[in-house]
């Protein structure tokens, strides 16, 4: 079983419509919580970045950290063409070692 | 422009041989870490080091081997390539505890 796991997609949408990203986790150590934007094979793109549980808000973007359940979420609004990419979550735990793990990303399209 | 500097962008190699891939983190930061990313494996965890000392080790080959500099650019060594070691190799930089910034990646083939 992976530490992280990701549904791959991919995810087709209608411009405007709320996406819904998930991921579950097994590590109940992990205490930061990462998701990332990646288009075409770029080097990925830090979207949104969370501390423990609860929820965080920038612009279209809503991370929420569930971690009683182990389980993590990025919400889009009004969703656009331009959202269109790769998106990975990705958490670690505590401590100076820094490393990340990731999901295997899911693909999201956004119909004009 | 993510502010981390890899080169070279692309590069074609035959199995056998060897090959550095550079990176040079954001101003400030003292982590770099060096990711691989395949078709089938996603990201994985490479190594990572802080101001110069190795402080942690994924699932890196015995065939790869990194170095972070006084200057803090790090330097990742793929030898003996295989067909396998086909993929994009991202490096990154962070702060202690914060987010990681990723490099644009250097895709590599092996021919």
């Known amino acids: 079983q992976k530490e992280v796991e990701q549904d791959p997609g991919p995810l087709s949408v209608p411009e405007g419509a709320i996406v819904s990203l998930n991921c579950t986790y097994s590590?109940?150590?992990?205490?930061?919580f990462m998701w990332y934007r990646q288009y075409s094979r770029k080097g990925p793109e830090l979207l949104m970045y969370t501390y423990s549980s609860g929820n965080k808000e920038d612009g279209r973007f809503t991370a929420q950290v569930d971690k009683s359940s182990k389980y993590i979420s990025l919400f889009i609004r009004d969703s656009q063409p331009s959202d269109s990419a790769t998106y990975l979550c990705?958490?670690?735990?505590?401590?100076?070692?820094?490393?990340?793990?990731f999901g295997q990303g899911t693909t999201l399209q956004v119909k004009p | 422009d993510s502010g981390v500097t890899q080169t070279p962008k692309h590069l074609i190699t035959a199995t056998g041989q060897r090959v550095t891939l550079r990176c040079s983190p954001r101003s400030g930061d003292l982590s770099v870490y060096w990711y691989q990313q395949s078709l089938d494996q996603g990201l994985q965890f490479l190594i990572h080091y802080y101001n110069g000392e190795e402080r942690a080790k994924g699932n890196i080959l015995e065939r790869f081997s990194a170095q972070q500099f006084p200057d803090l650019h790090s330097e990742l060594n793929l030898s003996s390539l295989e067909l396998g070691d086909s993929a994009l190799y991202f490096c990154?930089?962070?702060?202690?505890?914060?987010?990681?910034?990723f490099g644009s990646g250097t895709r590599l083939t092996v021919v």
């Open positions: 990705a958490m670690r735990i505590s401590g100076n070692t820094g490393k990340l793990i």
């Open positions: 590590n109940s150590a992990f205490q930061y």
């Open positions: 990154a930089s962070s702060v202690l505890e914060g987010g990681y910034t």
